[in-house]
């Protein structure tokens, strides 16, 4: 191979054996699939129920890759013509040797915009093959659910493996395939797949999050608030929309956000991997990251496949059986990095990364528990609170946020301080290389991890398919235990998916560094003005000021995401509250027309998709232009900072709230009905967009703004290096076209509705 | 032979108009107390709240001196000997200021209930000057004792120092501790102060409105006194030690960095700083007499808005002539005007976001219910933070690339100048807000608690402003005084990718959020003993729920103030703590980093704090007057649980973020040079630090 020129035999096979595994991966996806499929979809009554559920999921995806593609396809076009701004690195050249500069650019362009469409479709896959299959999952989970525990738990659990699997595989293919054909010139490829993915992660993240708590919210507030009818009760006109919405915002949202997470931590693992290639000239940097996924995807298959109840149990304990296909996952994976790193790497301190990553996995799923678990203290006092009214405990639940949100963001400091301790004494781009590492390791158990938390909406839906479908009392409990251990996995997945977006958010930082002090040094930037040498000086005003610009754009970006789940819950209230009034269906002789609620929802959730990734996108490069890109570095730092403190806190409080509620359903101060539970349901409401639609569209947007920055900071730098010392028309009006755009993206997003009725609100 | 007179002629200038404005001062105040107090019942009301404020700042003013004079003895023995003579200063100043402020305040108020018989407009002859007196003591005694203080140090330098530039390198030196000082008592008068009112707001409201189901206001309730207090103690006494504060430290930041040799020391700015203080304080006169004697009468809201612009334009010309003429530099003017400019955009967006369609918005969310209320008030706060620091951006570029880092001193100060008129406009409020307890506390009849509500309803936007104001002040004077710390130990970079750096800003970055939640805690436990103690007052006084006995409020006030003091220990000694700790182990730049990352999470959230709770306040009385169902109706109800949650929002957990900011940065500043020499003390000892 002609990327690989260097390798030893070893690792031309063991790169080999990676795409391999990769597509093995697939192939488990695949195989499962076709288990699932040929289990017993139930009684008619289920699969009409069934049906209207994937009818909403098929037209929700339909119409958000509709609202997409355009914006994929121009930003294709941009990616492909930015590579004309900037000569092309020597590594590429020494890639496609022989060719003159004008074809390495477009070999370069090319590639790049093939891997971000790579990227973006990959991540389109996960999103919408794993959500359909999920669907297809829950029928069949609760026709299961009739005969045995066991046969339900393994068709939820394995339903979720496929999503698992998808992730798994298909980001290693791609990671792999790139790096074998560009080889050292693959970062410029790398990061278009980056990008792809992660630009389909925030729609899916942002769409899925509004549309699962408008419908949610919506339906809670008219039907268990207002009409005093059960949860998922047949005569709720959102009943389904609020089911499709389980799939979309846990299934697809959660699904793609982890797909990024896993591909962004590979690309900027293999960036700075090629950046200590070319200190070192040993190719073992790229190549251990690759290897450490590839046993990450076979130790997942093994621990997913063992997941299992006994045979003909009626009720069994499915979180112990979950467990049990983890931590058997976990420690292959630990056992062969040792091994890895003994007989490959010959040094111990990218596994000592890696093995930090696990640990940290494991420690903010602790710290995740403790604070939302009903268990402990923080949940206990909240409920407490509830004597006094709602606003003690919601005063309560904001303050536990906050502390969560210290503790955590303790941890990820503790996390990078180890990556500098490991590397103590070796440059910084080594301690860099270790965050990656970290990252890496974090994100190994990665099937297992999306396995869990598809298993949450595919229980609950089957749950949801149970109550309407009028299944008897066993085997609704059996989907009921489910549906709570569901609830658990999927808290758990959320703290994995916070954490491991900070870690991937730290590595693209720091491969936004090493990437600006490159191009500088191809451009022959003086090595004192180096981005390298001079670091980003928080102490220079413009620096500073990106900073505290970076952290002002997560509460922008919650307060669009949280006022648009506002204004659709509205109108599915208004909807809901307009069928009740049909004759009859009170009563339960006529049905409610589902249709509508899932349409309003599908449509809210589509129209701030791309005013929200307008503003993504375009406030780095904002920055970037109009204060340059020792600034935009500071910008980042400001973004991930209070990105992340945001993020937890709303998390948290909304995990904290919801289980708070749970606690009082159980029958602590005076039970359901009482006026305490009333005060918690009001918390849990508040606490809703919070943790499913603000918190979560946090995680995407922190890496889409780096990677962006990334993408730009070799044309910010050209652009720089031209108009040297003055001021250039061009970049100041492009910057006020940029700037026009994101203030009319806000205002549009602000405005809201769908003609006048929402425009006032609620 | 250097001239303590001729050469630093415009120090005097600065000394003279704080005369000036204490002149003005007396003369408000004279007028205020000549009005009738009212009747004999209003005058032992009124009495009970100004005996609870002076029991509250007494108690209060105990602390401070316990407090100070620790910290004055730190800095004696770690420091320098005249860096605590000035920390003293800085705090008797400030402590003065808030008596007088509070004095008065206190004085008005059964005056402005009087009044409100005749009519609006004469009510607001008392209330107005009444909050003014706060205001320019504010100013008067902050520009007065800095002006002291700084010719002290110059007029002992020369003693020993062989020229003016010397004296003044030294004297810069020092002042930093009079800044230091202004924060430990804002320390006080805004967490502690801020604790207070809230645990007796919600106390009693819990209490009485909820528990017993007695009005608000009502004479029988023993917290209603100490919720009157509560008003002056936090938006008096509290807001005017923070501007106190920012007023300060900008002036102070802009000293520091003057005198540093970067590359010659400019002295010509020096004085320019205690010029443009001067004019401001002069401009704020005027503004304020524009508002009395034109037309507050007839539409007091269009009359502040009149004085406002007033001297805004007399600064801005004024600054203009000065920085152009007389120091010969247009792009100074630049500067100051960018702060003049970013301090209205900061407070007008809080007037959008916490009235008109906003508040409209949130109040018909409450129709689903409070959850719904919550959730759209929390968006909604959130978008506010936008502006105002894209505003602060925008001002601290100006002024960066118009005048250098000495620009962003100038550019605070050009923010603060107008402090007396700012703080005059705001503190109006609380005392229009008490005459309308003590009309309903002493039966005026509807008519005149109506007027003293509508008078209260035109405070409540001022009120907004001024929030608005003060953070957007403690945000550019907390980034003014952090340049001066870098310049202070010649740090000319502080590296975001270093390993230490990194760690410092993570710590910085959390402090916001753990003081929040301390502070949040702290109210509710408080006002768990209030209303323990109400409760036992009922029970145990005969005769008091059927009106014949008077309740024991000093009582309450004196318990409520006992936990506010006790319950700010935690939040308060961690200010001033973490610095130095960080600063000690980590080294200058990581501390650098620390106070960067406070302002970064700190600004944002502090402004969500005070618009979310003003936002949810507002709405409430937008349904009380009667809109969407009206007082009592379930709509209502929700809108009482957004207020209820506001309440430590706006008026505890918000403001104190004000002062943390700028304390954290001037502690830097103080210490700065101590904590280097410590840190490589320690670096020798355990050389993994390095």
């Not at chain 2, 003013?61 to 004055?72: D, E, H, N, P, R």
């Not at chain 2, 229009?432 to 008078?455: F, T, V």
Request: aromatic residues 8%.
């Amino acid at each position: 191979m002609t990327s690989l020129i260097g390798a030893t035999t070893f690792e031309v096979v063991a790169i080999w054996s990676v795409l391999g595994i990769a597509i093995m991966g697939l192939g488990y996806a695949l195989l499962l699939r076709s288990q699932i499929m040929k289990k017993d979809k139930g009684t008619e009554k289920m699969i009409e129920v069934w049906n209207a559920i994937r009818l909403g999921a098929d037209a929700y995806l339909g119409r958000q890759l509709k609202t997409i593609l355009p914006l994929i396809l121009v930003l294709t076009g941009v990616l492909f013509l930015s590579v004309y701004v900037v000569p092309p690195s020597s590594e590429a050249m020494e890639r496609f040797a022989g060719s003159s500069p004008d074809q390495v650019k477009l070999f370069v362009g090319i590639g790049r915009a093939a891997a971000f469409i790579m990227g973006a479709f990959f991540s389109l896959m996960v999103g919408q093959f794993g959500m359909r299959m999920a669907v297809q999952g829950n029928v069949r989970v609760a026709s299961a659910a009739r005969k045995s525990f066991s046969e339900a738990l393994k068709i939820a659990y394995r339903s979720g493996t496929i999503t698992g699997m998808l992730t798994d595989g298909l980001g290693l293919f791609g990671g792999t395939i790139i790096f074998m054909y560009f080889g050292k010139a693959a970062p410029d490829a790398l990061l278009g797949f980056g990008f792809g993915g992660t630009l389909i992660a925030l729609f899916m993240r942002v769409g899925g999050g509004i549309f699962t708590k408008a419908a949610d919210v919506g339906a809670d507030l008219v039907g268990k608030v207002e009409a005093g009818i059960p949860e998922d009760d047949p005569r709720n006109a959102a009943v389904i929309a609020d089911l499709v919405g389980d799939n979309v915002g846990d299934c697809a949202g959660m699904a793609a956000d982890i797909f990024e997470s896993y591909e962004v931590t590979i690309v900027s693992g293999l960036i700075l991997g090629l950046a200590l290639v070319s200190i070192t000239g040993e190719l073992k940097w790229i190549i251990f990251p690759l290897l450490v996924r590839g046993i990450g995807v076979i130790s997942s298959i093994i621990g997913t496949y063992l997941v299992k109840g006994k045979k003909g149990e009626k009720r069994g304990n499915a979180m112990a059986s979950i467990n049990i296909g983890f931590y058997s996952s976990a420690a292959i994976s630990m056992v062969s990095f040792a091994v890895l790193a003994h007989y490959y790497m010959n040094e111990w301190r990218a596994f000592l990364s890696v093995g930090v990553g696990i640990v940290l996995a494991i420690v903010i799923d602790e710290l995740t528990k403790y604070f939302t678990d009903t268990h402990y203290k923080p949940v206990q006092d909240i409920a407490a609170a509830s004597k006094t009214g709602s606003a003690t405990l919601i005063l309560r639940g904001l303050a536990v946020g906050f502390e969560a949100s210290v503790w955590q963001i303790i941890v990820i400091a503790l996390t990078i301080l180890a990556a500098v301790i490991i590397y103590w004494g070796w440059p910084v781009v080594y301690v860099l290389y270790g965050v990656a590492m970290t990252g890496i390791g974090m994100l190994t158990l990665t099937g297992n991890n999306v396995a869990m938390d598809s298993f949450g909406p595919i229980a609950d839906n089957a749950n949801g398919i149970g109550e309407m479908a009028g299944l008897d009392k066993e085997s609704r409990q059996i989907m009921a235990d489910l549906d709570a251990v569901g609830n658990t996995t999927k808290a758990i997945t959320k703290g994995v998916a916070i954490g491991s977006a900070v870690i991937a958010a730290v590595s693209l930082f720091g491969s936004f560094i090493t990437d600006v002090t490159k191009v500088q040094q191809s451009q022959l930037v003086d090595i004192a003005n180096q981005l390298g040498t001079t670091g980003i000086r928080i102490s220079v005003p413009p620096v500073f000021i990106g900073m505290l610009l970076g952290g002002a754009v997560p509460w922008l970006f919650s307060s669009l995401t949280i006022s648009s789940v506002a204004r659709a819950a509205s109108l599915i209230v208004d909807e809901v509250r307009r069928q009740f009034h049909i004759p009859g269906l009170m009563e339960g002789k006529v049905k409610p027309d589902y249709k509508n609620a899932v349409g309003i929802c599908t449509a809210a959730a589509q129209r701030e998709l791309v005013p929200l990734a307008l503003i993504a996108v375009l406030t780095p490069l904002i920055v970037g232009m109009l204060l340059g890109v020792e600034a935009l570095g500071g910008f980042l730092g400001g973004v991930i900072l209070s990105g992340q403190l945001l993020a937890v806190f709303m998390s948290t409080s909304g995990g904290a709230w919801d289980n708070a509620k749970k606690l009082i359903e159980d029958g602590l101060f005076g039970g359901k009905g009482s006026e305490c539970h009333k005060a918690a349901v009001v918390g849990d409401t508040v606490g809703d967009p919070l943790k499913d639609t603000g918190g979560p569209a946090l995680n995407p947007m922190i890496k889409v703004i780096n990677l962006v920055s990334l993408l730009a900071a070799p044309v910010l730098i050209m652009s720089e290096i031209k108009n040297a010392g003055t001021i250039s028309i061009t970049v100041i009006s492009v910057a006020v076209i940029c700037t026009v755009i994101v203030i009319g993206s806000i205002i549009y997003s602000k405005r809201g509705g769908f003609g006048k009725t929402a425009a006032g609100g609620w | 032979m250097v001239s303590l007179f001729g050469d630093l002629s415009s120090i005097w200038a600065g000394l003279i108009s704080g005369i000036v404005g204490l002149a003005f001062v007396g003369y408000l105040a004279n007028r205020i107390l000549k009005k009738d107090p009212g009747n004999e019942k209003m005058v032992a009301i009124s009495k009970s709240i100004q005996d609870g404020a002076m029991a509250f700042l007494a108690r209060e003013y105990k602390s401070i001196g316990i407090f100070v004079l620790i910290l004055a003895a730190i800095i004696f023995f770690g420091v320098t000997k005249k860096t605590a003579f000035a920390f003293v200063s800085g705090a008797v100043f400030s402590v003065s200021a808030g008596y007088i402020g509070m004095k008065i305040a206190t004085k008005s108020n059964s005056r402005t209930a009087q009044a409100s018989i005749k009519s609006v407009g004469d009510a607001i002859d008392v209330a107005f000057p009444g909050g003014s007196v706060m205001g320019m003591s504010v100013v008067s005694l902050g520009l007065l004792g800095l002006s002291i203080v700084y010719l002290i140090f110059i007029w002992h330098g020369l003693k020993h120092q062989p020229d003016l530039i010397g004296a003044i390198l030294e004297a810069t030196q020092l002042i930093a501790g009079f800044s230091m000082g202004a924060s430990s008592v804002a320390l006080f008068a805004r967490v502690g102060g801020g604790i207070y009112t809230k645990a007796a707001d919600v106390g009693a409201d819990l209490v009485g409105k909820v528990e017993a189901g007695i009005p608000e206001d009502d004479p029988r309730n023993p917290a209603v006194i100490a919720d009157n207090v509560g008003d002056n103690v936090g938006d008096v006494a509290g807001m005017g030690a923070d501007l106190y504060e920012s007023y300060v430290g900008a002036i102070v930041s802009a000293l520091v960095i003057a005198a540093a040799p970067n590359p010659t020391i400019d002295i010509k700015g020096i004085m320019l700083a205690f010029l443009l203080a001067a004019w401001g304080i002069i401009c704020s006169i005027v503004g304020v007499q524009f508002v009395i004697s034109g037309g507050a009468k007839t539409d007091a809201q269009k009359a502040m808005n009149n004085g406002m612009t007033v001297s805004a334009i007399l600064l801005a010309i004024g600054s203009f002539i000065l920085c152009k003429f007389w120091y010969g530099n247009l792009g100074f003017f630049w500067a100051v005007l960018s702060g003049l400019v970013a301090g209205m955009v900061v407070g007008f967006v809080a007037q959008v976001y916490t009235g008109g369609k906003a508040v409209e918005d949130i109040a018909k969310a409450a129709k689903t219910g409070p959850a719904t209320l919550v959730i759209q008030g929390m968006a909604t706060a959130m978008k506010s933070t936008v502006v105002p620091l894209i505003a602060i951006a925008v001002a601290t570029i100006v002024a960066f690339q118009t005048a250098g880092i000495f620009g962003i001193a100038l550019s605070a100060i050009g923010m603060l100048a107008l402090t007396g008129m700012t703080v005059a406009v705001d503190a109006y409020g609380p005392i229009a807000d008490n005459a309308a307890g003590i009309s309903e506390m002493a039966h005026l009849g509807p008519e005149a608690r109506k007027r003293c509500e509508k008078l209260d309803a035109v405070g409540n936007t001022t009120a907004a402003i001024g929030k608005g104001f003060a953070i957007g002040s403690a945000a550019l004077t907390a980034l003014a005084l952090f340049t001066a710390y870098a310049q202070t130990i010649h740090l000319s970079v502080i590296d975001a990718l270093n390993a230490t750096v990194i760690a410092g800003m993570f710590v910085g970055g959390i402090v916001p959020f753990v003081f929040c939640a301390e502070t949040m805690q702290a109210v509710g436990r408080a006002a768990f003993g209030v209303v323990e103690e109400v409760r036992r007052q009922w029970k145990e006084i005969p005769g008091l729920m059927e009106g014949k006995v008077m309740p024991d409020s000093a009582r309450i006030v004196d318990i409520t103030t006992k936990s506010a003091l006790k319950e700010m220990i935690f939040p308060g000694v961690m200010a001033v703590v973490l610095p130095v700790l960080i600063g000690v182990l980590l080294g200058n730049a990581a501390l650098g980093g620390f106070l960067v990352g406070s302002l970064i999470t700190g600004v944002p959230l502090a402004i969500f704090l005070a618009n979310a709770g003003g936002a949810w306040d507002n709405a409430k009385k937008y349904v009380e007057e009667g809109n969407l169902g009206g007082k009592g109706s379930d709509v209502h109800k929700a809108t009482v649980i957004g207020d209820t949650i506001g309440d430590p929002f706006k008026d505890t957990s918000g403001p104190s973020l004000n002062i943390l900011l700028k304390l954290m940065a001037v502690v830097s500043l103080v210490f700065a040079l101590s904590i280097d020499k410590m840190h490589l003390w320690l670096s020798n000892i355990l050389p993994f630090l390095k």
